[in-house]
């Protein structure tokens, strides 16, 4: 009985952690207020240059503040899309995202994990611009 017992909990351990928050949808709106090129290859805009940022989230009525975000993104093709990871995050917990985001239209990003009451996130990110300047963004968090 003893080793059935600890045969059962050790298959237990092995499944991941499922989010509480699973079917949950968060709408944040990033101000992109510290956004950082750092100019790592050729002159310009380059394959190689790194982009950094920690930037404060906003509810969905742009109003009252979430939490913040923080990550990086290295350019690979020019003029066209980075390679991004970060994090956002919550007062519950974090949540992070890594995949390509592209100078012009929407992203769609995938959820590699969290923490907190986001533990073993899974699911996407919609990033929707909300100007031109890239000053604004929209991020829709569609956990599993």
Not at 31 to 40: I, K, N, P, R, V
Not at 58 to 67: E, P, V, W
Not at 70 to 82: A, M, N
Request: proline share 3%.
């Amino acid at each position: 009985m003893k080793k059935l017992a600890l045969m059962t909990a050790s298959a237990i351990a092995a499944f991941p952690a499922l989010p509480t928050a699973a079917g949950e949808r968060i709408e944040v709106i990033e101000h992109a207020l510290t956004d950082a090129t750092l100019d790592l290859g050729a002159k310009g805009d380059s394959v190689g240059d790194l982009l950094t940022f920690a930037n404060p989230v906003y509810d969905a009525s742009n109003k009252t503040q979430l939490g913040t975000d923080q990550g990086y993104c290295v350019r690979v093709i020019v003029g066209k899309s980075w390679e991004c990871f970060w994090t956002l995050l919550l007062k519950g917990g974090q949540i992070t995202v890594e995949r390509p985001f592209y100078d012009s239209g929407d992203s769609l990003l995938v959820i590699t994990g969290g923490s907190g009451q986001y533990a073993g996130a899974m699911g996407d990110m919609k990033l929707l611009a909300r100007d031109a300047k890239g000053s604004s963004y929209v991020f829709v968090y569609e956990l599993l």
